[in-house]
């Protein structure tokens, strides 16, 4: 007896050992009500077919009233629905657990270790339909999550950099007779100020070898403790765009107030087109879902991290993920200037699209070095276009792009390119204000962070004076009707050709038509017909840009005139805002934020 129930002793306390050892392991429990809960010893969230509605964190539920976790695309129009049938959790390696839910659309996947504090997350696609907008969020408990965190926190205060920003709350936006709307999801106080998600949007950061993270932070409920839930985006290959790319990234939810942290895989917000057919089995992700203490040192090291771990080693997939290979080139201008620092985009082979609106495909972004050396690695295997454009510095005057079609990526191999000519213009310039770049820095009042009606401190009526005017004394974007004038000389004899114009624009919105005259004789204009459908970038409160495109005008050599010129910018139509035609003199702007942000303007000889 007594032998007997020693084994039995040892044989419990073995079967204890082994469970306490699995104890720590990633778990999926079926509730039996067709909801299921996923996660490990420092997590833990219960789904049902569309939301994951209570997320447990040290005690805490970190959802509470809010709509928590879904995936939806085209808005709020379409929340996946999973399969309620048990999700599939299967052990990738030691390490980890992934745990897949399957919708009509796809198979999104949680993968999960015993220590991370978070997950991966990741779609593959079977039948999306055409869309534009396609997203992970979590809605979140909002008297825990009360403070936004972006890349664009350093042009904010000190105070900010360590908790966030504030968000709104709901009570400023709904239910409040002192702000009044005056644009979606845009509020105006009596003071004239402005409550509006799109000021907490951000670039998003894309480029190779840049920490990409952004996040919600606050304090767990009743306690001192710091509480922040994250995106880090180790990869960046499957997210729409170019190096400029930005998205909403977290703002307050205005009919419900939930704090919501919005991870835009695939965004529209301040393009002009976007709408995509994607191939069965394109990816988006691994991305990480990120909780910790608040600290915004943590997540950016935590970010570091993943971009050395990326392509993810444990990653099993049938997609493409593991078949990459790395490409490196060097470009000069006209096969005799090197292409220093320039932006180079690898996208979608032969796209009519610019390149900001590209993202059926996957995406590397990156800048050349001073000799216009660049290296990518970890490319998925395919065709791309090779394409650059200036960065700003002693190339901003190239008003051509570059692009080389028919690039191939294989597997394991290394695509070392033969040098690469870029044909400029070719044009002698008369002058040039601002560097291209396709941005408006440098201008007055251009710059980070977003903030709306910024272009309303542009001035109406302006005028730039070749030879004597700085970069400030041009604004950023005219949105109000008035007169913008170049004045400049000429000097005697130097008039033996007509003349280009080049206004590169950092975003432009439909609607607007803007006269261009030269000595008071009309040469063009800018306008959808000319600059190609808008964006809403400049009323969506970008400050530095948006979808940018080139106007060209050809200006005869009997319009200028040996010594005084005057080009004038008019705009002639405008609409109003949408729902900005506020009559209460409490309020009173009644003005429109459309127009054009500018690049760079220049005249060049055209010969
Ligand atoms: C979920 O986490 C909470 C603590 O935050 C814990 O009390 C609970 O037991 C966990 N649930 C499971 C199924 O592990
Ligand atoms: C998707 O879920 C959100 C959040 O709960 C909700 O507001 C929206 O109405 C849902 N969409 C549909 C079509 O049910
Ligand atoms: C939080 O959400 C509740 C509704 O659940 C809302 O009444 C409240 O105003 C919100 N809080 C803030 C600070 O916006
Ligand atoms: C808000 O304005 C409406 C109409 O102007 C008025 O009926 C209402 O009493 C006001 N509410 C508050 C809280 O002032
Ligand atoms: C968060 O934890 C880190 C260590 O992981 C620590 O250095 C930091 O001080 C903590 N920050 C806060 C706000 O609690
Ligand atoms: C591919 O692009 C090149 C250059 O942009 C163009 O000349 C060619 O016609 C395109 N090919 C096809 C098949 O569209
Ligand atoms: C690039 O696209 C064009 C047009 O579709 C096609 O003809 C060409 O074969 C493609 N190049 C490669 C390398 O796939
Ligand atoms: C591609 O680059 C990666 C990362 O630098 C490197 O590990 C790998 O060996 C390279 N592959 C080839 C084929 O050069
Ligand atoms: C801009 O100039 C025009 C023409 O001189 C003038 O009528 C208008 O009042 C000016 N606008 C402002 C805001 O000064
Ligand atoms: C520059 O911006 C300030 C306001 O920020 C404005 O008062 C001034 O008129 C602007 N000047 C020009 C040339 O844009």
């Known amino acids: 007896m007594a032998i007997f129930s020693s084994f039995y002793c040892l044989l419990a306390t073995l079967v204890h050992l082994v469970l306490s050892l699995n104890v720590a392991d990633p778990f999926l429990i079926d509730n039996g009500d067709k909801t299921f809960t996923i996660g490990n010893s420092l997590w833990n969230l219960t789904l049902n077919s569309q939301f994951g509605t209570k997320l447990l964190y040290k005690g805490h539920d970190l959802v509470g009233a809010a709509s928590g976790h879904y995936v939806s695309y085209n808005g709020a129009a379409n929340n996946l629905t999973f399969d309620v049938s048990p999700p599939r959790l299967q052990k990738l390696n030691s390490e980890y657990t992934s745990i897949s839910f399957l919708a009509k659309e ?3 996947v949680w993968v999960l270790s015993p220590t991370l504090s978070g997950a991966y997350q990741y779609f593959v696609n079977h039948n999306l339909p055409q869309l534009g907008e396609f997203r992970t969020l979590w809605r979140l408990d909002n008297s825990t999550f009360t403070h936004a965190w972006t890349s664009e926190i350093a042009d904010y205060g000190v105070k900010e950099q360590i908790d966030g920003v504030p968000l709104v709350p ?3 936006i709904r239910g409040s007779n002192s702000t009044k709307k005056v644009q979606d999801e845009t509020w105006q106080r009596l003071d004239g100020s402005f409550i509006t998600k799109y000021d907490l949007a951000a670039f998003l950061p894309v480029v190779e070898g840049r920490p990409s993270l952004w996040g919600t932070l606050g304090k767990l409920p009743g306690t001192n403790e710091g509480i922040g839930s994250w995106y880090i985006h180790g990869g960046k290959d499957y997210l729409n765009g170019d190096h400029l790319k930005q998205e909403l ?6 009919i419900t107030g939930d704090t919501v942290q919005l991870n835009m895989i695939h965004g529209t917000h301040f393009q002009s087109i976007s709408r995509d057919n994607f191939a069965r089995g394109r990816t988006w992700g691994p991305f990480l879902w990120y909780l910790n203490n608040g600290s915004s040192a943590d997540a950016l090291a935590k970010a570091k991290e993943e971009m050395k771990l990326w392509p993810y080693q444990w990653m099993k997939d049938d997609n493409g993920f593991n078949s990459r290979g790395n490409i490196s080139g060097q470009l000069s201008l006209d096969g005799n200037r090197p292409a220093s620092n320039a932006a180079i985009f690898l996208g979608d082979n032969n796209s009519t699209l610019r390149t900001v609106n590209q993202g059926a495909g996957y995406y590397y972004r990156t800048y050349a070095d001073h000799m216009g050396r660049f290296r990518i690695d970890n490319v998925r295997s395919g065709s791309y276009a090779l394409q650059a454009w200036p960065n700003g510095g002693i190339i901003a005057d190239v008003f051509t792009t570059f692009v080389r079609n028919d690039v191939v990526i294989s597997a394991n191999k290394h695509t070392a390119l033969p040098a690469l000519s870029w044909a400029t213009q070719g044009r002698k310039k ?3 204000i601002g560097e291209l770049d396709r941005t408006g820095a440098g201008f007055n009042n251009s710059g980070p962070p977003h903030k709306h009606g910024r272009s309303a401190n542009c001035p109406a009526n302006l005028t730039y004076t070749v030879g004597t005017s700085g970069l400030r004394d041009w604004c950023f974007a005219m949105v109000k009707p008035g007169t913008w004038s170049i004045k400049f000389g000429i000097l005697s004899g130097e008039i033996t050709s007509a003349a280009v114009l080049s206004l590169a624009l950092a975003s432009f919105t439909s609607g607007v038509v803007a006269t261009i005259s030269i000595n008071e004789k009309s040469v063009c204009e800018i306008s959808q017909a000319t600059a190609g459908e808008g964006d ?3 009323y969506r409160s970008g400050t530095l840009a948006g979808d ?7 200006i005869a050599k009997g319009l200028l005139r040996e010594d ?12 109003r805002e949408h729902e900005w035609t506020n009559s209460d003199p409490k309020i009173g702007n009644v003005m429109s934020l459309r127009g054009f942000m500018w690049d760079s303007i220049a005249l060049e000889w055209d010969n």
């Open 170 to 172: 709901l009570s400023q």
């Open 564 to 575: 005084q010129n005057s080009i004038d910018f008019k705009i002639k139509q405008q609409e």
């Open 548 to 554: 940018w495109r080139l106007v060209q005008c050809k």
């Open 536 to 538: 809403p970038s400049l």
């Open 249 to 254: 990234m977290n703002h307050r939810e205005s």
């Open 430 to 432: 008369i002058w040039q």
């Open 106 to 108: 796809g198979l999104f």
